[in-house]
């Protein structure tokens, strides 16, 4: 009788040997799909973060392509994307720059003294460079994370729709 008391307590013990060694591997398998999915996940953010960047800019651009309103210069110590329009025979320009680790929007009249911290936050960026020559705008975007967006915008500024 004793024999198969024992033989019982064995058989219990590798039931629960062969559970446990079945949840560690179901935990491994869960851990792993887990990590795979923050990393699928971080990398479709900055994919995004990117792309809405890059639109975003080209976007503003096209909204503003008239005959000088688009121009290149500094603001707050660094680059930035100045867009001038006309409003009732009074000039504003919308600066776009980056100022404390977000790309800034700031929209105000051309002579107005303001400090960069005055604009609106957009998104997190690291750095903007814009350049103008020969009527293709060439922007530089840095989001947070990842690497620069870079953009050639064409201007049509005076060109019919059609073209």
Do not use: W
């Not at 977000?102 to 911290?117: C, G, I, K, V």
């Amino acid at each position: 009788m004793s024999m198969k008391k024992h033989g019982y307590h064995l058989e219990g013990l590798m039931a629960l040997l062969l559970f446990g060694v079945f949840a560690v591997c179901l935990l491994m398998v869960l851990f792993t799909g887990a990590d795979s999915y923050q990393g699928m996940t971080r990398r479709d953010r900055i994919s995004d973060n990117r792309r809405v960047c890059a639109q975003y800019l080209a976007t503003r651009v096209r909204q503003a392509d008239a005959d000088g309103a688009v121009a290149a210069g500094e603001f707050g110590g660094g680059d930035a994307l100045l867009l001038t329009q006309d409003i009732d025979g009074m000039e504003y320009v919308t600066r776009i720059y980056v100022s404390g680790g977000y790309l800034m929007e700031l929209f105000s009249a051309a002579d107005s003294e303001l400090a960069p911290e005055d604009g609106e936050k957009l998104m997190e960026a690291r750095a903007l460079s814009a350049s103008l020559s020969d009527g293709l705008l060439e922007l530089s975007l840095t989001p947070k994370e990842g690497t620069a967006v870079e953009l050639t915008l064409s201007l049509r500024s005076g060109e019919g729709a059609g073209a």
